[in-house]
């Protein structure tokens, strides 16, 4: 057995060569973990955004209506196509002024967007010096609707002959159940 005494300048010497063979293996390595981190990172981020993007659009497209918005609200649009302007219409709360009691019924969306044609606030081009109170447009003929989130909606059925339920299906909606 050969047994060798090393003097303290020897050992330092041979630490310092160990110290820097590792210290550039470490470096050398650590561009690939810094690389794989940051695609770790990356990755995690885009699958996270992707899933909260994918919750956040599967809650807005079951957003339901509120009950008041699917009883008293109706939806009066200009043309046969649910890419043509509207009007949000309601039906105004009547009160018994001997018992005080409100009394309100569910929204029609003919009778209800029927008046909104008459007062010329849909369809027609606005007139400020046209009361809607007193106006008279011709009202079409006109087709209830619900839409995806329950709210009625009508449109002015034109030249088409389709049933309601046909037109509605045409689209994408279901026809006005009351």
Same mark, same amino acid.
């Given at each position: 057995?050969?047994?060798?005494?090393?003097?303290?300048?020897e050992i330092a010497t041979r630490v310092e060569r160990s110290r820097f063979e590792v210290m550039?293996?470490?470096?050398?390595?650590?561009?690939?973990?810094?690389r794989r981190?940051?695609?770790?990172?990356? %990755?995690? =981020?885009?699958?996270?955004?992707?899933?909260?993007?994918?919750?956040?659009a599967g809650t %807005?497209? $079951?957003?339901?209506?509120?009950?008041?918005? =699917?009883?008293y609200s109706v939806l009066c649009y200009s043309g046969a196509s649910t890419s043509s302007s509207y009007t949000t219409a309601t039906d /105004?709360?009547?009160?018994?002024?001997?018992?005080?009691?409100?009394?309100r019924k569910a929204t029609d969306p003919v009778s209800v967007c029927g008046e909104?044609?008459?007062?010329?606030? $849909?369809?027609?081009? /606005?007139?400020?010096?046209?009361? /809607?109170?007193?106006?008279?447009? /011709? $009202?079409?003929?006109? $087709?209830?609707?619900t839409t995806a989130n329950g709210v009625g909606a009508a449109f002015p059925r034109g030249n088409s002959s389709?049933?309601?339920?046909?037109f509605c299906n045409s689209l994408g909606l279901t026809p006005w159940p009351h």
């Open positions: 057995m050969n047994t060798e005494t090393l003097s303290d300048e550039r293996t470490v470096e050398a390595e650590l561009p690939m973990l810094a981190h940051r695609r770790r990172v990356g %990755i995690t =981020i885009a699958v996270a955004g992707a899933a909260a993007l994918a919750l956040t %807005i497209a $079951v957003v339901q209506a509120t009950r008041e918005q =699917i009883n /105004p709360t009547a009160t018994n002024t001997k018992t005080g009691q409100t009394d909104t044609w008459r007062m010329g606030l $849909v369809g027609q081009k /606005p007139d400020p010096q046209r009361d /809607p109170n007193t106006a008279n447009f /011709p $009202v079409p003929k006109l $087709v209830a609707c389709a049933t309601g339920t046909d």
